[in-house]
């Protein structure tokens, strides 16, 4: 995995802490993940790949959020109003100006929130008792390492190779320091 940081193992307790409050704000997240992918197909839809693309993703992170929202409903929990995520809001601020700079910095942002996503779902997988809830989060961990590969492959269909390169060690860099700067809680990011 690319990323400059790991995520610490005091996050893992705090999801396992308070696991209801993770579960409601992994629902948001996994709402907000089709949101994303279908505003990519709003906002691109002369790049055909791209939209061929982020309409599977965007079906894809629907049914997550729908599993998601059947575990929270069987411990009785109901869906919170919607609220901002501090880690995609810090990143979303690294995007640039310009049509084309910032299409490239979606895009390796993107990619670089479903390689968090991968390697947090693993952390939960490995935490939590053997059964359909463990099961659930290594097959989402599988599913993240796709979509983080899919954005990063967009990236270099639109982008020069030395581009991408040169921008995803940015935002890799500034991404570590994001996950080193926010406080620990039981959420996604």
């Excluded at 929990?77 to 910032?102: A, C, H, K, W």
């Excluded at 659930?136 to 639109?158: I, M, N, S």
């Excluded at 020069?160 to 990011?189: K, T």
Aim: proline residues 4%; negative net charge.
């Amino acid at each position: 995995m690319l990323l400059r940081a790991r995520t610490s193992s005091s996050w893992t307790e705090a999801v396992l802490g308070d696991f209801e409050a993770f579960l409601l704000d992994h629902a948001a997240c996994e709402r907000k993940a089709s949101a994303t992918a279908l505003t990519f197909v709003a906002h691109y839809p002369d790049r055909t790949e791209l939209v061929r693309q982020c309409i599977d993703v965007a079906r894809e992170e629907l049914e997550h959020f729908q599993r998601v929202w059947e575990f929270l409903t069987e411990r009785g929990l109901v869906l919170g109003p919607d609220t901002r995520n501090p880690y995609i809001e810090r990143l979303g601020r690294l995007f640039r100006q310009g049509s084309e700079p910032y299409f490239l910095d979606r895009l390796l942002v993107a990619s670089l929130v479903e390689a968090r996503g991968c390697e947090r779902f693993g952390l939960v997988a490995a935490a939590l008792p053997p059964g359909p809830l463990a099961d659930f989060y290594r097959e989402l961990a599988r599913t993240e390492v796709r979509h983080h590969e899919l954005f990063l492959e967009l990236a270099r269909q639109y982008f020069s190779q030395a581009e991408v390169d040169a921008r995803l060690e940015e935002l890799l860099e500034a991404e570590a320091r994001v996950v080193a700067e926010l406080p620990v809680r039981a959420a996604m990011y």
